[in-house]
């Protein structure tokens, strides 16, 4: 019976404060949404990949080399560690598409006649491999055929080595090894302009002189065995082959931008929703903490009559556990939505067979107990002051206010101020901590808004640096072969082409103290203009002659300061070893990369002046013209089109990152509006017989609801600097947690970005004073006045 009055209590309670309640819960729904959507979204990523890998046998370790005879493979196969070898013939190719006038490059890569390879199996989602004996059939990737809208029976014509070659589309497939499908130098999928393409063995051998030979090679390795052995194993044989060094899944680029997002998924799923959970605290807390408050008689009348502490305690810890349970439900509805919804997004990205998206137990009850966590340690303090109080002592009414001449009744400055407005001032200097209360709260409603906003800022800004400081070139053209730089002249005597600077790339591996990173050292020419380095500014800086330069990221993974020596091992060629000097480090926000001056290059590989490919500056006008010319070129085995890069990594933000920062960004204003219109109901309902009083004196209500709005006001003007403050602590740290080899969001806090969290701020205390306004001009003076004297 005791039981069952207090519940009658909480269901009063609760319906009389649902509209701060449900505000509350929006804030515990948007953190246990966060967390659904990353932790789901994570696990359908690793559970896809892990199913793929593990059905279609995904090598463990592969090796690109120049050329080796078939008869190796036996030799190979004792290397210890070794389970099972696939070789095979990879290569570039170029291609026309019915309907479609850009350039498109390939991957050709060969498969054993008419049968799947045992390591990087196909999937086919229709038709078939090429029939055994058959030199005229492909099977293509899905990406590609999505792109083209291409079928089985579709012709394609392939140009492969400067000769064309007439094909027929026998399959469409997916493997393992491109479930993020680029292009040998892009970022990001670009599935109309490159595709993958798999031939029988013998077609492929003959189109590249190949016969008895192979330049690739897959490796599973024996359960146990230690991959550095065994890549180190394969390395010693291979060298001389032209091997450019073994390695691991990790430096598959599809393996590796799949596992950088599944980070990126862990990192959000530990920030965003402890920061959104840890508010809702807060919060709570607040909110309980001034219930005890208001009903301090109530909580005395209840302890009168014989209410145990404990029972006290289980009242009040019911109310915020109502509102975590609301907030909980709402969240996880809200996260299974939107968690499907991104998977579909994902997909479009990441090609995988099924994507097996599961909305796991684990998740929703690791939500519920951080909310619930977040709650308790939000109203520990509460709850402890609910049933510490005495009955006697909460029969007395509170001890009134000590009341002395303030600086704001001594000066010139208060003495002209109206007399609401000194009553403004007088209440927040009484009352210092709560008042430091609110302006933390709505401080963090203005930190999250800098943050939501930062991200959209943020992103526009790197890709702007790209596209517009770095890469200044309109098309990045790719040899088949190290060509003379002889070329370039060729090239600029092209109609329509305006200038043209050659670059020379290598593979090379780099190493610092224990650490080391396999990438790419490109040769930069001399007074250089379309290839730019940048400082943090995004300023260009001057090229060393003499020299590396690499990017920051590059960097610090190899903990190398300028000044020091990093250890240059060259995998193509001589295969070199040296030992050079890190001159300047740079900015780029897009890869990572090491530079150095192209005619210091070429004489370290002891090799004529020669270059990887070129890139050109045209007229627009002529486009079509120069892509034209250059598709004849046998030599040319890619061209990349630089603008149209861009425009699909903007394509690629707006669908996956803007996508995840507009939510958050509006669940930043739902906290926005909680956290004010919580804090202005509060001071209402504290101060609802203070502003009764002054209506009886004669106040009219524009006067009284100034006393009460214009606090507010004052307190979120006084708040927005502090809240610039830790948003901009919170924006870059986030840039510094997501931070990556796809791309690296620059820390730029734009004038921009701090007035969007101010707007956003100054809109829901309005919004705010609305409601509160209402209440005013229906406050009931009587009730209000009543009281224990």
Request: proline share 4%; charged share 20%; net charge neutral.
């Amino acid at each position: 019976m005791r039981i069952a009055a207090l519940h009658r209590k909480l269901l009063r309670d609760l319906l009389q404060m649902k509209a701060q309640l449900l505000a509350i819960a929006l804030v515990i729904g948007s953190g246990v949404m966060t967390l659904i959507i990353s932790v789901t979204s994570m696990d359908a990523l690793r559970l896809s990949m892990q199913n793929f890998y593990g059905s279609h046998h995904l090598a463990d370790v592969q090796v690109a080399l120049a050329r080796a005879p078939v008869s190796l493979i036996e030799r190979l196969q004792h290397v210890p560690g070794v389970n099972r070898l696939h070789d095979r013939v990879v290569a570039p190719i170029r291609l026309e598409v019915p309907g479609f006038a850009d350039p498109v490059q390939g991957q050709l890569i060969s498969i054993p006649d008419g049968r799947q390879p045992p390591l990087n199996r196909l999937y086919l989602r229709s038709g078939t491999l090429p029939e055994s004996g058959r030199n005229d059939q492909v099977v293509v990737s899905e990406a590609f055929a999505l792109a083209h809208v291409l079928r089985p029976g579709d012709r394609l014509r392939l140009i492969i080595r400067g000769r064309y070659q007439e094909t027929t589309i026998s399959g469409i497939a997916l493997s393992p090894e491109f479930v993020y499908q680029v292009g040998p130098h892009d970022l990001l999928p670009d599935d109309r302009r490159f595709g993958v393409f798999w031939m029988n063995r013998d077609a492929v051998a003959r189109a590249f002189a190949m016969d008895g030979a192979f330049n690739s090679l897959l490796v599973s390795r024996q359960s146990g065995a230690e991959e550095a052995e065994l890549i180190a194993g394969l390395d010693d044989i291979l060298a001389r082959y032209g091997g450019m060094g073994a390695h691991g899944r990790e430096e598959l680029i599809s393996h590796r931008m799949l596992s950088q997002e599944i980070d990126e998924l862990e990192v959000t799923a530990i920030i965003l929703p402890g920061l959104f959970l840890s508010v809702s605290g807060f919060l709570l807390g607040v909110l309980i903490e001034r219930v005890v408050r208001h009903q301090r008689q109530q909580i005395a009348v209840l302890r009168a009559f014989g209410y145990r502490r404990g029972e006290l305690a289980l009242h009040f810890s019911l109310m915020a556990g109502v509102v975590v349970l609301l907030g909980w439900a709402i969240g996880v509805v809200a996260g299974a939505w939107a968690a499907e919804a991104l998977a579909r997004l994902y997909a479009e990205y990441f090609r995988f067979p099924t994507t097996l998206t599961r909305l796991q137990f684990w998740p929703m009850v690791l939500a519920l107990l951080v909310a619930v966590v977040a709650a308790a340690l939000g109203t520990v303090r509460a709850l402890s002051a609910a049933v510490r109080l005495a009955p006697a002592e909460a029969m007395r009414p509170p001890a009134p206010a000590i009341f002395h001449r303030s600086w704001i009744d001594r000066s010139r400055a208060g003495r002209s101020l109206g007399q609401s407005s000194r009553m403004i001032l007088r209440h927040l200097g009484r009352h210092p901590a709560k008042s430091a209360m609110t302006l933390l709260g709505i401080s963090l409603a203005a930190a999250l808004l800098v943050l939501g906003s930062f991200q959209f800022g943020a992103v526009t800004e790197m890709i702007d640096q790209q596209y517009r400081k770095v890469l200044r070139m309109d098309i990045d053209l790719s040899f088949v072969e190290p060509t003379s730089a002889q070329v370039l002249a060729e090239l600029e005597a092209i109609p329509g082409v305006r200038h043209a600077e050659g670059y020379r790339q290598v593979p090379v591996r780099l190493r610092h103290g224990h650490l080391q990173e396999r990438n790419a050292l490109i040769g930069l020419p001399s007074g250089g203009v379309l290839r730019q380095l940048i400082d943090a500014d995004g300023q260009p800086i001057e090229r060393p002659r003499h020299g590396l330069s690499m990017t920051r990221h590059l960097a610090e993974q190899l903990r190398i300061e300028p000044g020091e020596r990093v250890e240059v091992q060259i995998m193509e060629g001589r295969r070199q070893r040296l030992e050079l000097p890190l001159i300047a480090v740079v900015d780029e926000p897009l890869g990572t990369s090491a530079y150095l001056d192209l005619e210091e290059l070429n004489t370290l590989m002891r090799e004529a002046p020669a270059l990887s490919g070129a890139w050109l500056s045209i007229e627009p006008s002529a486009r079509d013209e120069v892509l034209a010319e250059l598709r004849g070129a046998g030599r040319v085995a890619g061209i990349g089109l630089i603008r149209d890069t861009e425009r699909e990594l903007r394509a690629y933000m707006d669908d996956t990152m803007l996508v995840m920062m507009g939510i958050m960004l509006l669940l930043a204003g739902t906290i926005t509006f909680a956290l004010v219109y919580n804090n202005a109901r509060i001071a209402f309902t504290e101060r609802e017989r203070e502003l009764a009083t002054l209506r009886v004196l004669g106040y009219s209500r524009a006067q009284v609801g100034w006393v009460l709005i214009g606090e507010m006001l004052l307190l979120t003007v006084l708040a927005i600097p502090v809240g610039w403050a830790i948003g901009v602590g919170f924006s870059w740290l986030l840039s510094h947690a997501i931070s990556m080899d796809l791309f690296r969001i620059p820390f730029v806090i734009s004038h921009q970005t701090l007035a969007f969290a101010a707007a956003g701020v100054l809109a829901a205390t309005a919004l705010s004073t609305v409601f509160i306004l209402r209440r005013i001009r229906r406050l009931d003076m009587v009730l209000a006045l009543k009281g224990v004297e």
